[in-house]
């Protein structure tokens, strides 16, 4: 009885970089066959299809066997099982954490629990993310989630520390993050034209501006859960529109949204609040980006020149984030 048995022998460990994208987005060994016969590799490499397929099929068991250090980056550069080069190294980790912002945008606030993880199969095919694909993406954001969420210092420092992405990717994971415990609502039908980068970006201004890291750099949770006594202060905000000599310079919008924002509930909907309350209505009236940008340097610096208003460090705390995140949001 004959046994065929391929056997590769070297040192420096061979990774293609398309064959580990294949595997990445859950291609089956023979797809990926397939989209490398149909790219020429073959005749690029002079190759039959045997060999092909068995070149694919090691790479694909060297990945599986590479994913569990992947869960813990640093432990990647000091094993000795594979001889990869730091580059390679870089490449592997960057690669394995980046995500596809059409599935982000599908779980953005939501809570990373075995319940959302168990919608994946209809995010999968609302998205034509293949599953293993959306369940490696997951299980990275809760993954981050968990490691970091009670860390002291800097959210981006500390996913960069403990995972080894770039700064880029760092970001974008403290926007996920951020979002996922604070369960901002993302999902509603006006907030569908917003981009993850959109949010991103908003996630960054409240981090850097709204919780308390913004105050103390050294606390638990720093970066994650926002400044509840700044939330309490925004109360103060009301005189705006509660003193008749003030009304007639502020409109109420953007203050009540301020002075709800101790309620749980109105935190979670402050985007789809920006959007009706304050958005829509400008974009109704059709004013241009500059037209808001304008008006929205005006109504912070009116507050400056009201002489009984009495909490303008709060003001411009809270008017410093809104008005960028209304701009970054003003956009069809």
Known sequence: MSVELDVFVGNTTIMDEEVYQFWLDGYTVSDAVKVRMEGGVLEECEASAEVLQSDTMDQYRTFQMCERLLHTPAKLANQLLFQIPPHRQAMLIERYYAFDSAFVREVLGKKLSKGTKKDLDDVSLKTGITLKSCRRQFDNFKRVFKVVEELKGPLVENIQTHFLLSDKLARDYAAIVFFANNRFETGKRKLQYLSFQDFAFCAGQLISNWTVGAVDNMVEDMDVDLDKEFLQDLKDLKILITDKDLLDQHKRGLINIAAKLTNTKDV??????????????????????????????????????LDTFKHQVTWDRYMGVIKSCILKMYHD
């Open 268 to 305: 979670r909907d402050l985007f789809i609040d920006l959007v009706e309350k304050f958005i829509e209505p400008c974009r109704s009236d059709r004013w241009t980006a500059a037209d808001m940008k304008l008006f929205l340097i005006h109504y912070t610096n009116s507050a400056h020149i």
